[in-house]
């Protein structure tokens, strides 16, 4: 179905009024109906030949084209050109077509879901396009939100509704929405929804996701409204029965839509620099033409003329000047294989296969998911060589999502590290032993640890335990629920909290239901109810959350946690100072093996004390103005003077290989950064596992201010701190135009590798402000000195804004990497755009130009499949330009022997099939095979990626030189044999000065020397090139032969006029001598060159490839004593501990927003779940679904252990001898160390 209402001009006010169509048709709003497809079935042949007929070589050839169809002109057949045309725009069209019709395939399925909607007095179930602004609809549990609505009622009795915005932001954790009290009442009462009529006036259209404005008008009340009361498209309801709402954005209205961006047609850099080099070949042919012309115009004035009474000109040759004009366009197409339509052939069908070799690629295969590497498109595998900045997410691109309780300290006493009879601390794996909780029923057979002594501890009712895991259980803001099959799981704002809760289930203390003010926790199998005083609340400015309970013995408790620099300010003086420096040690311990820390501290309250305090915290929970510092000031008033308890230690598991994978990229000169919605600590911390920020960093600037002069300031103030160390770096100030900004940026990265580094952290507010024109500059200034940059709490869009601004500022190629919807944005804003397929649906692999399982193939699929693509690419086009210049150009320097008559050294069957049949073949092997160092050296060496950075592989100088190489090429050619036989004849007396057999040796001549000059460039020999190098040899004179037979003569004379033209010719041992001459003339002073360069200028490829070589011949002489002592070693290597890394502490990451405390103690969340009797319990389940423990799967690497050069086969099978890519696979469980050794042994 089309669209409600027509299209209209952007609004600045929306008003909508509720059950009224025909009042908000007027407005003529958007429909909910998304397109993101490009064609329709009418538009698909003439938009598509419309975008494909803007690359400049496509519209070259179609000019062409039409001029061979003018007899007058052409002494070609334009069947030449018109099949290969054909071929080129019929398989980007299918491609084109294929792609189109999956995202017409997403677009149907999101539109064509189903939801509840008010119409006509009953809801019915109508299709998602079909709803529109101003309708009432009714979402259930687990169902995604049809549109951007104002939530009136949910099924909880305080109107709480409960979502989940992982397609939006990234984050899994639940986030709540309250209705208005006055709109909640009416429930889902159908006759009084039918009655409802607000009027709403709110803010119009806009992609900010954290900001809602405006009012409703109800009942003779107003009412205001804020993005607490939204539910934005995208977001999905979580463990609420129903809710209902009115629809304010839809479709492309949408804050989800509107922050995912335009699709945009991306084109590589060499596909840009070919479009220039083909407008300059053009003009190169232009004036060969010309010449030519004029040329024509003179001999016809001065020669031809006279032979016009033998032979006159055609009818339609008036004059001289008629003459040359014709024979412009005649040399415009004999001369236009200067740039063949094959070349764009072959560019496709290499890109094709390159795209193929990634598909098949073992070692990019995520088993555990059953998901291959995928290259959803062809056209951009060499830009893949060319990356320099990288933009990551976080939440499930570089971690898995998944808190685990690991380590804690009690005490002063550490729990969770294991050591051996030695003292020599060790790396517990699959199987080392779990500890023994079957003392308890609630405990989860998931939950992993290791150290017994925390267990028999709990056992024995020891106090500093008990009040350790009494402070987890209670003070958190977790919402218990009771599953359909009696299980208890937990729903957590933050999934820190969540595995914190969960330990202290599995230790005993099971937290099992709260109202708003009282919390159950059945402590080592006693139920103990505990009245809730206060909780107050974690924000980013107190690092700290604390409730007040009272037991049921009356003793008034305030529990206390957070990050260590705020905790260990408020203890208590000179109390427990040993355990405090025990505790803190413990916590270096911890934040060196990357875990994120949290303090634990208690105090005992007397209830006089209380009971004052009480009194002005109430006075602060009604204050109308500086609520906030009041609340902050009380706050502070009773977190003082506790007792530190211990601190705990939660690994956020990053994905397999992250932190290894982000260091070789960054030796690779890519700067890696990371653009998360999540919170400033948690990306901190983050930055810190993934050895991103590091201790060995000279400074790391946090800019979270709020105001426009406040970001200046601090962008200012860290540059001046960069200024004063970097001397050298004091022409910084004062940069103004783009071209002294690019300048001063590149000055900056040079320090930077030199000197100290530095890392920028920056919130969304600040970066709204950074991003103004009158601030870009600066602020990416400021990111270019930095190695390490993190961009927290940013919107959709302004991931792609901080994408477009480097695109904007600096030559460089970006690739961004995601896996939800929220990073579609900025996907498709950079040049490559990277999905995985991850937690958070599809939609980010869908905008996707590459999709893998882990964010770990990233590396692969840069400094392995890129640089090879890119390597491939660039000597295929630097070879192409310079055989076909060599070929075309001889016909220019025949045209001064021919009288300019457009006439063809070669036969015409020659010209069809040089650049499809005895050509092209070598070369497409070169793009496809070529290797010149297998995949583990380019991982091992990732400097050998700069050169793909500096394009260097291919660019205008190199074009030049190639054309240069075959202008000389073709003057050998062809001035060699017009001197060995202009004047010749054959040995038997024959006659061999004719034209038919000079091109015949010229055609033998060029057909050898290229082809053997594709052997010289060729490093990487297989069976395949070995078949064409020299079979497009052999190909070339059975073809001579056949072609020029007499049988095929007689058969057809006109068609093939050179009868027994080759059998002369190479009857006569002046050819071969000829052939021999030119053969050496033009092959032995490139490779003389070539051996020259190698040897005394060796590049840093060559130097890595003389090891690869040296390292192969070390390999063979290997007895098989030594391979046996090699083997010993890596078995010693591989029972070597880890090491933890030396970083600062991390902080303790609470909920991304305020928690739920307020709504708790207030009342307005329901605690009662619906499925739980008002005064049971829940069954006890040895099982949970909240906390998914999985084990790691480890990979034995070694980065000294070099494998066997070798490539991708035609069906994707890496063959490589190397252990670190032989011993593991991703996709399977981790063999036994004695099953590898045998296996090496073999």
């Known amino acids: 179905m089309g669209d409600c209402f027509p299209e209209k001009v952007p609004e600045e006010t929306r008003y909508i009024t509720a059950n009224d169509p025909e009042y908000n048709a007027q407005f003529n709003y958007k429909k909910n109906k998304i397109i993101t497809s490009r064609y329709t079935v009418l538009t698909f042949l003439p938009l598509n030949l419309f975008q494909q007929f803007q690359r400049v070589a496509n519209a070259y050839f179609l000019m062409l084209l039409i001029l061979q169809l003018i007899p007058a002109i052409s002494s070609l057949s334009p069947i030449t050109t018109i099949i290969p045309l054909v071929v080129v725009l019929s398989v980007t069209a299918v491609k084109d077509a294929v792609d189109d019709f999956h995202r017409h395939q997403s677009d149907d399925e999101i539109n064509n879901r189903k939801t509840l909607t008010l119409r006509n007095g009953k809801l019915e179930e109508v299709k998602w396009m079909d709803s529109c602004v101003g309708d009432l609809v009714k979402l259930e549990n687990n169902q995604f939100v049809t549109a951007d609505i104002l939530l009136l009622s949910s099924s909880d009795e305080n109107n709480l509704v409960y979502i989940e915005t992982a397609e939006l932001d990234g984050e899994t954790n639940l986030k709540v929405k309250q209705a208005i009290p006055d709109t909640g009442m009416i429930g889902d009462d159908i006759r009084e929804l039918s009655k409802f009529n607000g009027e709403i006036t709110c803010e119009s259209p806009n992609e900010i996701l954290h900001k809602f404005g405006g009012k409703m008008q109800w009942n003779d009340q107003e009412y205001p409204l804020d993005n607490e009361k939204i539910l934005l498209r995208g977001c999905r309801v979580r463990n609420t029965d129903w809710c209902i709402g009115i629809v304010i954005f839809a479709g492309p209205d949408t804050k989800l839509m509107m922050n995912t961006g335009k699709t945009i047609l991306k084109r590589t850099s060499i ?194 335990c008990h009040n350790f895991f009494r402070l987890v259980a209670l003070c958190h803001t977790v919402m218990p629920e009771i599953k359909e099959d009696e299980s208890l799981v937990y729903q957590a704002q933050s999934p820190d909290e969540n595995a914190l809760v969960s330990a202290a289930r599995n230790f005993g203390f099971v937290f099992v239901s709260r109202t708003f003010n009282t919390i159950t926790v059945k402590e080592m199998g006693n139920d103990v109810e505990y009245e809730v005083l206060a909780i107050l609340d974690f924000d980013n400015v107190r690092k700290r959350m604390s409730v007040i309970v009272r037991s049921p013995d009356g003793q008034i408790t305030l529990f206390c946690k957070g990050a260590d620099s705020v905790i260990y300010e408020r203890l208590k003086a000179d109390e427990n100072a040993e355990m405090n420096d025990l505790t803190s040690e413990h916590l270096e311990d911890f934040a060196t093996d990357g875990l994120r820390t949290l303090c634990l501290a208690m105090k005992k309250l007397d209830p006089e004390v209380y009971d004052v305090w009480k009194i002005r915290h109430q006075e602060a929970l009604t204050a109308i103005d500086d609520r906030d510092d009041m609340l902050a000031a009380v706050y502070e008033e009773i977190e003082r003077d506790m007792t530190l308890l211990g601190a705990t230690a939660i690994e956020d598991k990053l994905q397999d290989g992250v932190p290894e994978t982000i260091a070789n990229l960054t030796r690779a000169n890519i700067k890696i950064w990371v653009l998360t919605g999540d919170k400033q600590e948690t990306a901190i911390n983050i930055g810190y596992s993934c050895n991103m920020l590091t201790e060995d960093m000279k400074d790391v600037f946090v800019i979270s201010t709020g105001s426009l002069e406040e970001v200046r300031e601090s962008i200012e103030s860290a540059l001046s701190d960069i200024r004063d160390t970097s001397a050298n770096q004091n022409d910084v100030q004062g940069t103004t135009s783009t071209e002294e900004f690019v300048s001063v940026s590149n000055s900056a990265n040079t320090m930077l590798n030199e000197d100290a580094k530095y890392g920028l952290v920056i919130n969304g507010y600040s970066l709204a402000h950074a991003l103004l024109p009158e601030l870009e500059e600066l602020f990416l200034e400021l990111a270019t000195f930095c190695s390490t940059v993190i961009c927290c709490r940013v919107t959709p869009l302004q991931k792609a804004q901080v994408v477009e601004l480097v695109k904007k500022y600096k030559s460089a190629v970006t690739l961004s990497i995601g896996d939800g919807a929220n990073d579609v944005s900025m996907i498709k804003a950079a040049h490559i755009g990277v999905g995985i397929s991850g937690e958070e649906g599809t939609q980010a692999v869908l905008s996707s130009d590459f999709s893998f399982g882990q964010f770990r193939y990233l590396e692969r699929l840069l400094l392995v499949h890129g640089r090879w693509s890119y390597m491939r690419m660039c000597k295929f086009l630097g070879y192409f330009f310079y055989k076909n210049f060599a070929f075309t150009l001889v016909h220019f320097w025949y045209a001064f022997f021919c009288g300019f008559q457009a006439q063809t050294v070669y036969d015409e069957k020659f010209v069809a099939s040089y650049n499809v049949i005895y050509s092209s073949f070598p070369i497409i092997c070169i793009g496809l095979f070529e290797q010149d160092l297998n995949d583990a050296y380019c991982i091992r060496f990732p400097k050998l990626y700069l050169p793909g950075q500096k394009n260097e592989g291919f660019n205008k100088k190199i074009f030049f030189l190639s054309i240069v190489r075959g202008i000389l090429t073709s003057l050998v050619l062809f001035f060699f044999t017009y001197g060995a036989f202009h004047t010749n004849s054959a040995t038997d007396g024959a006659d061999i000065t004719n034209v038919q057999s000079v091109g015949t040796v010229i055609a033998t001549s060029l057909i050898i020397i290229v082809n053997l000059k594709v052997g010289m460039d060729t490093q990487y020999w297989t069976p395949i090139n070995h078949f064409f190098v020299w079979g497009s040899i052999a190909i070339f004179f059975v073809m001579s032969f056949a072609l020029y037979s007499d049988g095929l003569f007689y058969l057809s004379p006109e068609t093939f006029p050179y009868i027994g033209a080759a059998r002369n010719t190479m009857n006569d041992g002046n050819m071969w001598f000829t052939v021999l001459l030119t053969t050496t003339v033009c092959v032995l002073p490139e490779l003389a060159i070539k051996l020259f360069y190698e040897m005394l200028y060796p590049s840093y490829n060559e130097e890595i490839l003389k090891k690869q070589v040296k390292d192969r011949k070390l390999r063979k002489k290997k007895t098989k004593s030594s391979t046996l002592s090699e083997l010993a070693k890596f078995k010693d290597h591989f029972l070597i501990k880890r090491k933890g890394s030396n970083r600062p502490r991390s902080g303790y990451a609470f909920s991304h927003e305020k928690g739920f405390g307020d709504l708790i103690t207030t009342g307005r969340m329901s605690m009662r779940n619906k499925s739980q009797s008002a005064h049971g319990t829940p069954k006890s389940e040895n099982r949970s679904e909240h906390i998914p423990v999985t084990e790691e799967l480890h990979e034995a690497t070694n980065a000294e252990n070099i494998p066997k050069n070798g490539d991708i086969t035609q069906k994707g099978v890496q063959n490589s001898d190397s252990y670190h890519t032989a011993v593991s696979d991703s996709n399977k469980k981790q063999e036994h160390p004695t099953e590898t050794y045998r296996k090496l042994a073999e």
């Open 271 to 464: 596909d840009r620099l070919m479009n220039t080099l083909v407008w300059m070949i053009f003009g190169f042919l232009l004036t060969l033409a010309t010449t030519c012309a004029i040329g024509n115009t003179i001999w016809e004035s001065q020669i031809g003329i006279k032979f016009t009474l033998y032979q006159p000109w055609e009818d339609y040759i008036t004059n001289i000047y008629m003459s040359g004009f014709l024979a412009f366009w005649s040399y415009i197409i004999i001369l236009n294989t200067v740039v063949p339509i094959s070349l764009y052939v072959s560019v496709e069908v290499i890109r094709l296969m390159q795209s193929w070799f990634i598909d098949w690629d073992r070692q990019m295969y995520y088993g555990k998911k059953d998901l291959p590497a995928h290259a959803r498109t062809t056209t951009l595998n060499e830009e893949l060589g060319q990356i320099e900045y990288i933009f990551s997410d976080k939440t499930g691109t570089l971690t898995q999502n998944v808190m685990v309780f690991k380590k804690c300290s009690i005490n002063g006493k550490s729990y969770g590290s294991l050591y051996d009879n030695q003292g020599n601390r060790i790396q517990p794996d699959e199987t080392t032993p779990i500890v023994d909780l079957s003392f308890n029923s609630y405990y989860e057979r998931k939950f992993v640890f290791h150290d017994q002594d925390l267990v028999d501890k709990m056992r024995s009712d020891d106090e500093h």
